[in-house]
């Protein structure tokens, strides 16, 4: 009787053992299934277009230059934390820019008309004067996402693009990019 006791609880045990490891091999083949679909699937996403150096962009009268200076785009959104976050830059940058007294333009764009009073009152509680606020539609011009800077010569050319919140290395290049001297830390 003990016998037959000890080769029941042994069974017991290894067909434990095997529904625990059949369970974590069932839970590999999920996992590896929902990441091959999820992550690695190829081909069915369209690539998102960015706009690019030497394109010359169709623009809104209120953001075309005058062909004698060249312009900063800054694509944001009212809702858009990392825009937020900066704001410093963008206010380091314009102070830099009056500072200098270089000819650059300074534009804030949006993506949809009805955000244009709440970014421009964004900016201005900021105290980032820039020069305008426009709504344009980022898909036409091949702004992926906010923020977005936009750097165009004095013919509407693109000269360079940013995306993202930029960190302190990144500032420094658009800042020697637009020809203006660092600005005093943010």
């Not at 244009?116 to 980032?128: G, H, I, K, Q, R």
């Amino acid at each position: 009787m003990l016998k037959a006791r000890l080769e029941k609880s042994t069974l017991k045990a290894r067909l434990e053992t095997v529904a625990h490891l059949a369970i974590v091999m069932l839970c590999l083949v999920v996992c590896g299934v929902l990441v091959k679909q999820h992550f690695l699937a190829g081909g069915s996403v369209e690539p998102v277009v960015t706009i690019a150096p030497g394109e010359q962009p169709v623009l809104p009268t209120e953001v075309r230059g005058d062909g004698t200076s060249s312009a900063l785009l800054i694509a944001l959104q009212p809702d858009c934390g990392y825009c937020t976050r900066s704001l410093p830059f963008y206010r380091a940058l314009v102070r830099q820019r009056d500072a200098t007294g270089r000819a650059l333009r300074i534009v804030a764009l949006v993506g949809r008309p009805e955000d244009v009073a709440a970014e421009s009152e964004v900016l201005a509680t900021a105290e980032v004067a820039v020069d305008g606020v426009a709504a344009v539609d980022f898909g036409d011009l091949g702004i992926p996402g906010t923020p977005f800077l936009v750097a165009l010569d004095e013919h509407g050319r693109v000269r360079n693009t940013w995306p993202g919140a930029l960190q302190p290395t990144e500032q420094s290049t658009v800042l020697r990019e637009l020809g203006l001297a660092a600005p005093n830390p943010i």
